[in-house]
């Protein structure tokens, strides 16, 4: 019986094989150059190189940065800031699509607000400096017709956090939707039915209907976003910023970035930034399996 549906599986087996092999060749192999972080690595020797250990020096040094505090504090309020609109706007377009009854207004809808998901920032990026450029941008031409004056969205620190949310928002909240939209789905239409005949009225359905129904697709999505709270989106803000917008706009990532491949080429200290954020990363992915399981009866493994 076994080796029958073993030999059933191989092909399904053989297909996940190119894709394990990848992982294993971009992910697990490089953990090997974790060995910098404890070097004052030269480049010049080579990774198998006569290096010398310095152990926990880089580490030291990095916590002794003027920039380290705030690059992590600006790690954390954007990428807080985009798990919770993250979490709030797509529940509420999910609502609205839930409200909808015709069939091919909604899948128009649901096309429209999922395309964002799939072009990349490159791209995005070109279009948002066009838009919002202070001079040109037809935001911009907007406000001034309203008579207010232009806005530097994307070279004045106050404004700069504001602007990754709402574009990340923008890009990322119709996929968001879907996830809360086909939860709503699998609602037992018997209740909407029952609380009709109570004469319920549509806000009491979505309190204590719909929203209890999808109840445990928000409290996963939510405590899974906490892995995730030290990826504020190096693709997103590498295309964004600039060196006026430091101050509040530079991340973990585009740090890391600049130490290894800026003017010093310090990859020691990149390494050992690297391997601090990945090590916190880990903690806060296990903090959320567990709260995840416990409080959303999910198990993840």
């Known amino acids: ?23 294993f060749i971009f992910n697990y192999i490089p953990l090997f150059g974790i060995v910098i972080a404890f070097q004052d690595f030269v480049p010049a020797k080579g990774l198998f190189g006569d290096q010398e250990w310095v152990g926990l020096e880089n580490f030291r040094f990095l ?3 003027p920039q380290t505090k705030q690059v992590i504090i600006n790690t954390i309020v954007i990428a807080l800031a985009k798990a ?18 015709k069939q091919g207004l909604r899948s128009g809808i649901q096309t ?26 037809i935001i911009n031409q907007f406000l001034m017709q309203i008579g207010i004056e232009p806005v530097y969205f994307l070279g004045e620190p106050k404004y700069f956090r504001m602007t990754l949310v709402v574009s990340d928002l923008w890009k990322e909240f119709g996929y968001g939707s879907i996830l809360y939209y086909a939860a709503m ?5 018997e209740l909407y039915e029952a609380s009709d005949i109570d004469g ?7 309190w204590h209907i719909t929203l209890p129904g999808i109840r445990m697709i928000i409290v996963l999505l939510g405590l899974l976003s906490l892995g995730n709270i030290l990826n504020a989106g190096f693709d997103q803000v590498f295309n964004l910023y600039n060196i006026q917008v430091l101050e509040t706009g530079d991340i973990l990532d585009t ?36 709260l995840s399981y416990k409080y959303a009866d999910y198990r993840m493994f």
Do not use: C
């Open 1 to 23: 019986m076994h080796k029958s549906i073993r030999r059933k599986n191989l092909a399904l087996h053989l297909m996940v094989l190119p894709a394990i092999i990848l992982v």
């Open 63 to 65: 916590f002794e940065l």
């Open 84 to 101: 919770i609109v993250g979490l709030i706007i797509p529940i509420i377009v999910a609502l609205m699509l839930n409200s909808l009854r």
């Open 112 to 137: 429209l607000i999922y395309l964002p998901h799939f072009i990349s920032w490159v791209i995005i990026s070109s279009i948002l400096i066009d838009i919002l450029s202070p001079s040109t941008g």
């Open 185 to 189: 789905q699998g609602i037992n239409p």
């Open 200 to 206: 319920a009225n549509k806000l009491r359905k979505i």
């Open 255 to 290: 740090y890391i970035y600049q130490l290894a491949f800026g003017t010093n080429l310090n990859y020691s200290l990149a390494t050992a930034a690297s391997l601090l954020k990945s090590i916190i990363s880990f903690v806060l992915i296990s903090m959320a399996y567990y």
